[in-house]
């Protein structure tokens, strides 16, 4: 397929005057076969204009058009085959084996999604029936949950098709029935495009409206900011640094009218070693530790930043052959040139700190954006008393912090900012500590692992991608799963409404095969 550089404005292709290229990172030169163009004002107003026309359509449609939809797009993505994974790969620097699962997780989530608005829990039905012989006489109430309206969407560099274009967020705002104005990401243009063709037909397909879905382009940090700040917006999903996830919060805040931006922001992950676990797998523990820290040059958003247990020999030989194992891994392309400095920026600035110890770094690097792993070792009473060991350094770069004893430790989580995950690695003899540790962790943390480890996400029901800030901007909420349609949804309670202009959901006896509250009581 001919890449074009065209933005996708409410089902019109489009062009502008200014434009740019994508980049490959594993060589350090543009990609010179199209030019994309970079989105002005006024095309970012046109597709707002065409997400708030298609935005009544589109969220009163049948909920089975709203479905089929999805899985229309699922089919497109997955029928642009190997043309996309060689497209993501060049434009990324990562291996194919890694686009292909990713590329199936894009189209898995949709159909999940898909699923979950057909089964209908979603809209948490509730109904109080009047009693008009009650004093004061109670009113008849129904509830379900609607669309918020037009929803803007930040393509993430990490992930360029599972948070990117047709990721988590354009899913779960479609499946709540909201139109999506998507900021694709720069590194990934071409990645972008084809799947807006993708979307494009399964509009075309299941007839919904044209300005369901609009793509828009471009270096300039005002297309995003123009972006948020249109009225027609009524919320936000980012994915991406804390400057900028913070910045879009500010304009969103700041408008006549705000409205909430789910940001997912930054995090260093703790990794606990209880002791127990720590005496019976110390060799066997630091292997898979650096294994995960190691996972796509370290660009998870889960990544194991920090790793923390009571001083010992076990940790001594925890930290050594973790610092032999990390010293033979290859440096790894990195997403792009910014993200690469940022890097070795962020692994300065810990080596520069007088209470931290290089513990070792991996090999040298062959090309250029390659990062290469580094490992560092910081007292626990020396932990808080630079703010650097607190900030996420996006790479595979990580802490350990030696902590005189369990209180300490609690002391060292206790501290923390908000997190999106937290490990305990633990035997059965580590239970008893193990429960004074997880009432911290629950406070700092949106999931909790026990002899896992971080990296790797689950899309499923029970899944939290999220936490509490700068995890992300509001840790009620998850950007992963099918939790995150409410996200996008908002209740309305309407009291006394006629039968026949009721919606259809909240219609005596519409409720069958949904779980519905009927006057205080849980009905299916």
């Not at 479905?67 to 497209?87: P, S």
């Not at 923390?308 to 925890?318: Q, Y």
């Not at 430790?409 to 206790?414: A, D, F, G, R, T």
């Not at 971080?454 to 991608?465: L, S």
Request: a negative charge; proline letters at 6%; aromatic letters at 6%.
């Amino acid at each position: 397929m001919k890449l074009t550089g065209d933005l996708f404005i409410g089902g019109e292709r489009r062009q502008s005057t200014e434009s740019f290229r994508a980049y490959d990172p594993s060589k350090g030169t543009e990609i010179d076969d199209a030019s994309f163009f970079g989105a002005t004002e006024q095309d970012v107003a046109d597709a707002c204009a065409a997400a708030e026309a298609a935005f009544l359509p589109y969220s009163s449609a049948p909920i089975a058009d709203r479905a089929a939809f999805l899985d229309a797009i699922a089919d497109e993505i997955e029928a642009l085959g190997d043309t996309l994974v060689e497209r993501v790969c060049r434009e990324s620097g990562l291996p194919p084996a890694r686009i292909t699962g990713e590329r199936g997780r894009t189209a898995g989530q949709m159909r999940l999604f898909a699923k979950e608005i057909r089964d209908g829990q979603w809209q948490k039905l509730r109904i109080d029936h009047a009693d008009k012989q009650r004093t004061p006489p109670k009113p008849d109430l129904r509830l379900r949950m609607i669309a918020l309206g037009p929803v803007a969407v930040f393509g993430a560099s990490n992930f360029p098709l599972a948070f990117s274009t047709a990721g988590g967020d354009t899913a779960a705002a479609l499946a709540a029935g909201c139109p999506v104005v998507m900021k694709g990401h720069s590194a990934h243009p071409g990645t972008a495009e084809l799947i807006a063709t993708a979307i494009e037909r399964a509009v075309e397909k299941t007839g919904m409206p044209k300005g369901v879905f609009s793509l828009v382009n471009g270096m300039s940090r005002k297309v995003g900011q123009a972006l948020v700040a249109d009225p027609r917006i009524m919320a936000v999903g980012f994915t991406g640094s804390r400057t900028g996830g913070e910045a879009l919060m500010k304009i969103a805040a700041e408008r006549l009218r705000p409205i909430p931006v789910y940001a997912e922001m930054s995090a260093i992950n703790p990794v606990v070693l209880m002791p127990e676990a720590l005496k019976a797998r110390g060799a066997a523990l630091a292997e898979a530790y650096v294994a995960s820290l190691g996972m796509g040059a370290g660009q998870f958003c889960t990544n194991p930043g920090l790793v923390m247990a009571i001083d010992g020999p076990e940790l001594d030989a925890f930290v050594a052959r973790a610092g032999e194992v990390l010293t033979g891994q290859a440096a790894q392309v990195m997403l792009t040139s910014g993200i690469y400095q940022a890097f070795e920026d962020g692994k300065a600035k810990l080596e520069g700190s007088p209470f931290v110890t290089k513990v070792a770094e991996g090999a040298e690097a062959a090309g250029p954006t390659q990062g290469r792993a580094a490992l560092f070792s910081v007292a626990g009473k020396d932990f808080l008393a630079d703010p650097v060991h607190l900030h996420e350094v996006f790479g595979a770069s990580s802490v350990v912090v030696r902590c005189a004893n369990l209180d300490e430790l609690l002391s060292v989580l206790s501290e923390l900012e908000g997190q999106l995950t937290a490990t305990l690695q633990i035997d059965e003899g580590d239970y008893a500590d193990a429960k004074r540790v997880l009432p911290v962790l629950e406070r700092t943390v949106g999931r909790i692992l026990a002899n896992g480890w971080p990296t790797g996400v689950e899309v499923t029901h029970a899944m939290v991608h999220g936490g509490p800030y700068p995890a992300t901007s509001d840790g009620r909420s998850t950007s992963v799963g099918t939790l995150a349609i409410d996200r996008f949804l908002r209740p309305v309670s309407y009291q006394d409404l006629p039968e026949a202009l009721l919606p259809e959901a909240l219609r005596e006896g519409a409720q069958a095969g949904v779980l519905t509250r009927v006057d205080g009581a849980w009905k299916l």
